[in-house]
């Protein structure tokens, strides 16, 4: 930042710091001292590599001098796939084609922005995952190369540890669930990416 003060284009540049998952639990670290995936849980399963809020739940700090309100925050639910249509909607370049993400620049603004109707994960590591974002409502598919097909359910307004499942109480929205895991799963080009259990083929 100072450079770009020396620089005199400190005032039109903008600023993004994200991590691109939650903290690990390999290497060394030392997660109960550092407590560094407070309030989800540490380790093995629901952390680094993890569809569950501890693996995917990261910070995000944007610093636009003059445009962002210094010390604000928002409570707007994004994903990375939303930062190109951001860079490009702040350096008005036109997208050539429709994507997924949606710009923050309105976020930054402290302005309204459409919200996503759901958001979407799928990692085929430690044994397959699925996961959907849809306003309160989180669902989990794991163990996918084990076969199993189950969805988990939590309502993250109540119960933002993920800890109760509450599939049985609410079929219709793991159905709704369901209907955007399989809409939104593409065979993947990487072999070891594929998923016999949701159709890919060798």
């Known amino acids: 930042m100072q450079i770009l003060k020396e620089l005199g284009i400190y005032e039109n540049t903008v600023i993004m710091f994200s991590s691109d998952n939650g903290p690990s639990y390999t290497g060394g670290v030392d997660f109960n001292f550092f407590e560094s995936s407070l309030p989800f849980a540490n380790g093995y399963g629901r952390t680094k590599g993890f569809t569950y809020e501890g693996g995917i739940h990261i910070p995000f700090i944007a610093s636009w001098p003059g445009k962002i309100e210094a010390g604000s925050s928002s409570e707007y639910i994004s994903a990375f796939y939303d930062i190109f249509p951001t860079i490009c909607d702040i350096a008005k370049v036109?997208?050539?084609?429709?994507?997924?993400?949606?710009?923050?620049?309105?976020?930054?603004?402290?302005?309204?922005q459409e919200e996503?109707?759901?958001?979407?994960?799928e990692f085929p590591a430690y044994k397959g995952q699925q996961a959907v974002r849809m306003g309160k409502w989180k669902g989990i598919r794991k163990d996918i190369l084990a076969d199993n097909m189950s969805i988990e359910l939590y309502?993250?307004?109540?119960?933002?540890?993920?800890?109760?499942?509450?599939?049985?109480?609410?079929?219709?929205?793991?159905?709704?669930?369901?209907?955007i895991?399989?809409?939104?799963?593409?065979?993947?080009?990487i072999e070891?990416?594929?998923?016999?259990?949701?159709g890919d083929m060798e």
Do not use: N
Request: without cysteine; glycine residues 4%; hydrophobic residues 40%.
């Open 94 to 112: 036109e997208l050539e084609e429709e994507m997924d993400g949606i710009s923050l620049k309105p976020v930054f603004l402290g302005k309204k």
């Open 116 to 121: 996503h109707e759901f958001l979407y994960w």
């Open 155 to 179: 309502d993250l307004e109540d119960d933002i540890l993920e800890q109760k499942d509450i599939a049985s109480e609410h079929p219709d929205i793991v159905r709704r669930i369901e209907e």
């Open 181 to 189: 895991m399989l809409a939104e799963h593409e065979t993947a080009e």
């Open 192 to 198: 070891r990416f594929k998923m016999e259990a949701l």
